[in-house]
């Protein structure tokens, strides 16, 4: 049973490049280090941002609108009618990935780095970098 006290947040900054070697950064905002080359690059995504800052979701023990007023991810926050506690944590981003031996797509947790992938429906195993 899923814990309720967690509630995932429904907008993530879109996946960055590093500017030095254009792979996959960390996802998330502010300072990231590239785990490809090592360069720190600051990500900044506005629209984000706000849309993390004004986000508004159901207290999941009262329901009562709650609003995120942070652009923080997890935060934890306090229900003003309830006082019940809950956590926002990130929003994953997944990746589609075509599997070059059947063309099946996956959907996987993009991690910066290269790593094996297995398809689950051809068995074939090939890399992947981000
Ligand atoms: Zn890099
Ligand atoms: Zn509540
Ligand atoms: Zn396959």
Redesign the pocket.
Known sequence: MADSSEIESRYAAPLAECAHCGHMLPQGLGEKECKICGAVCRVSHQPTVDNLTDETLP?P??S?VIVASTDERPIELT?G??T?KFTLTPKIIKAEIDCPGCERMLRIRPRPGTRELKCPACESKFNITF
């Open positions: 207290c023990h009262c009562t229900c009618a309830c019940g």
